[in-house]
């Protein structure tokens, strides 16, 4: 493993720690005794998991693509995505931002993407984000900057262990 991938493995861990630390418990008692041992993947493709067990099995998908360029454009999930009563979800935000993207050096470019990945949440009740950005070293700033806006929004999703 090069020593760019080894950063950016780093950064993805740290983003996601930044996040479940700045998520708030209701019921900590609650929430670590009903974790689901095995989470699932669920990218842009038809899902039906209506017959998995929610106490074993949880999700992980692709809520929304964020894609950065002159401008901000989010789109949704557009397959279907089936879910069985109970089950534990974690919204997904893809962000695709090109090298030089002029937009990535405006800090209220940050904030907003911080309130799009905050807003995810509440489309299917989920209990967690994820956020998945391939940053380049000359986006790890931003990424910094974005992974602090969402500290900030102190979002209401509970963190799953």
Not at 41 to 66: C, F, K, M, N
Not at 99 to 128: H, M
Request: glycine residues 4%.
């Amino acid at each position: 493993m090069n020593h760019s991938s080894i950063s950016v493995q780093r950064l993805s861990l740290i983003a996601l720690l930044l996040c479940a630390t700045s998520c708030v418990h209701s019921r900590p008692a609650e929430h670590a005794s009903s974790s689901p041992s095995v989470i699932l993947w669920a990218w842009e493709t038809p899902e039906d998991y209506r017959s998995l067990d929610p106490h074993r099995y949880g999700v992980a998908y692709l809520d929304q693509t964020i894609f950065v360029t002159d401008r901000i454009e989010v789109v949704p999930r557009r397959q279907p995505l089936a879910m069985a009563p109970g089950m534990k979800l974690i919204a997904v935000t893809r962000i695709e931002a090109h090298p030089g993207s002029g937009k990535l050096d405006d800090p209220v470019t940050a904030k907003k993407i911080a309130e799009l990945i905050v807003s995810s949440v509440g489309r299917r009740n989920a209990s967690a984000v994820q956020v998945d950005f391939d940053a380049r070293q000359s986006q790890r700033r931003f990424y910094a900057t974005l992974l602090k806006e969402l500290r900030q929004t102190r979002c209401r999703c509970p963190l799953r262990r």
